[in-house]
């Protein structure tokens, strides 16, 4: 089974073609973050305009890379959401033209959902049941992944999503947009035990997080150094905020783990590239024999091969959209389209 993918829930214009979920024929993908990082952020507007540019020779690309035409593709998979809504509908409404014109089923895929699927393309003996950590730009979801299609969040933050406080600290430190991978890098060179920040935890809902402790304590202690007059070394500060995110990640996967009795331990989403969240979950799984899956860095971020993979197994499931198809900016995991 073939399938074309398209994605554009955020800043990337991407279109994929995946054959049987696991197999990467193609993997486009246009990042829009030289246009975004002047502004310090994703803006809107701008990413819509930008998809609308891009989305066509994007499609095209992944059609002649992979060798094929639409005649040989089986269905095409959207991201309808969640996201942003005007990236979102171009995706959407580009999907719903190819699948009328050139007559195959519409598939729609949820963009968390992809995410989770990216560990399928790399590690082709994996199978549901496994527990998957995502941390995206957006999102921070323990999911038990019971079977393809099926998903039970049995973790959540109460505030910000894990690429936020990341991107939020990095600005502070002046590291620029985006900020994680940046403070990936100055941690390197940092102390993780130089400065203690909060590891905060939610009365009640173990698996739960929450990361806006963690990012006021570190403006807290810029602001302190700043009317103290005392330097601060931005590299112990990354480290250190970064050992407070990671440790707490791993902690709690590791209780759920524990909890639902999972042997495998996958994670997913843009944070998951992180070498310090990699490095402690590869030695936390092994220390308790857990099998531990993490796609590679191109496959964290946003791409289409990942919602090839999601959507593969949706089409399998049987699941369909009309040309009434629209965007969902705020869909849950597991709700129907
Ligand atoms: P969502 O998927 O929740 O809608 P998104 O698509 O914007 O959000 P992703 O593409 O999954 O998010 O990931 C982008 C996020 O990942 C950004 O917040 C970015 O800073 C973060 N990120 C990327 N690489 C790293 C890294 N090495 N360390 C920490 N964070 C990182
Ligand atoms: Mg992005
Ligand atoms: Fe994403």
Do not use: W
């Amino acid at each position: 089974v073939l399938i074309l993918a398209i994605e554009s829930s955020c800043d990337e214009t991407a279109a994929a073609v995946v054959k049987n979920g696991r197999d990467v024929l193609s993997n486009i993908i246009y990042s829009q973050i030289e246009l975004h990082k002047l502004y310090g952020g994703v803006v809107p507007e701008i990413a819509s305009r930008k998809h609308i540019e891009k989305i066509n020779p994007v499609i095209t690309a992944a059609l002649d890379e992979a060798n094929v035409t639409l005649e040989d593709i089986d269905a095409i998979a959207v991201t309808y959401g969640p996201g942003l809504v005007g990236a979102l509908l171009v995706g959407v409404a580009e999907a719903k033209a190819i699948s009328y014109a050139a007559n195959k089923p519409l598939v729609p895929v949820h963009h968390i959902e992809g995410h989770i699927s990216a560990n399928y393309i790399e590690n082709k003996d994996l199978e549901p049941p496994f527990l998957c950590m995502v941390v995206s730009g957006g999102h921070t979801h323990l999911v038990l992944v019971k079977d393809y299609g099926q998903y039970e969040i049995v973790g959540r933050t109460h505030d910000d999503a894990a690429g936020e406080a990341f991107d939020k600290v990095a600005r502070a430190i002046g590291l620029g947009y985006p900020g994680g991978p940046k403070v990936d890098k100055l941690a390197k060179e940092g102390n993780s035990d130089a400065i203690t920040f909060p590891k905060a935890h939610i009365q009640g809902a173990p698996l739960d997080f929450s990361f806006s402790g963690v990012k006021s304590a570190v403006l807290n202690y810029l602001n302190e150094c700043h009317m103290k007059n005392i330097e601060v070394n931005r590299a112990d500060v990354a480290a250190s905020f970064q050992k407070a995110i990671v440790d707490v990640i791993v902690e709690h996967t590791m209780k759920a783990a524990k909890e639902y009795h999972i042997k495998k331990v996958a994670l997913a989403g843009g944070v998951a590239s992180n070498s310090a969240l990699r490095g402690a979950m590869e030695e936390a799984c092994s220390r308790r024999n857990i099998q531990f899956y993490r796609p590679s860095p191109l496959l964290c971020t946003d791409n289409a091969a990942m919602i090839g993979a999601a959507g593969y197994y949706d089409y399998m499931n049987g699941k369909r959209a009309g040309l009434d198809l629209n965007a969902v900016p705020n869909l849950k995991i597991g709700e129907k389209a």
